[in-house]
């Protein structure tokens, strides 16, 4: 049986990632953010109630992610590292990061996702300073919608023809036309 590489699939237009060595592991997290008031308690036990708030979209993180040019003496960082860095800086004209899935052979572990976090370092380098290895101590992928065809994750711009009938006249008759 072959081994199957993990990658990053770009699904707006991007490049893809791929992997030169598998993760060893994969940490997921979820959480449900909650607020609690310290002032109401349960009359029965006294302990704190507690209000759910929302749930915060899942998150992967992937550690030591090994990179090695050193047979080549190419520079790993302009091979592999590269297309990670911009995915997280996305200065290409762009309002949002590039979004992936992330695949493992058939198995899809993240249907839509960002670079949240990138930490990585530099650890073999050729006597001329050419960097030929690196390990990825950390990268944070989080869950995001799937962006529909054709359009932009950010928020869509106001024609003038909306910015010349928004106001507060025009608010307060919409308001009473709901109720």
């Known amino acids: 049986m072959e081994l199957v590489k993990a990658e990053l699939k770009c699904i707006d237009g991007g490049s893809d990632i791929k992997f030169m060595f598998n993760p060893s592991q994969l940490a997921f997290e979820g959480v449900v953010e909650t607020s609690e008031n310290p002032g109401a308690r349960t009359q029965k036990q006294g302990k704190p109630k507690v209000s759910f708030s929302n749930i915060k979209a899942y998150k992967i ?6 990179f090695d040019t050193y047979e ?3 520079n790993v960082v302009k091979k592999y590292i590269d297309n990670l860095k911009k995915a997280v800086e996305f200065s290409s004209g762009k309002e949002r990061p590039p979004v992936y899935r992330f695949m493992w052979g058939e198995q899809m572990y993240m ?3 960002f670079i949240e976090k990138l930490n990585y370092k530099l650890t073999m380098f050729l006597p001329n300073g050419t960097p030929v290895r690196a390990v990825i101590d950390s990268l944070t ?5 799937e962006p529909k065809p054709n359009q932009s994750v950010a928020a869509p711009k106001a024609s003038n023809k ?3 009938t928004d106001n507060m006249k025009s608010r307060s008759k919409n308001n009473r036309r709901i109720r």
């Not at 992928?141 to 919608?145: G, I, S």
């Open 72 to 74: 080549e003496g190419d």
């Open 162 to 164: 909306v910015r010349q």
């Open 111 to 113: 249907k839509c996702c």
């Open 61 to 66: 993180t992937i550690n030591n992610i090994l």
């Open 141 to 145: 992928l989080k869950e995001a919608d």
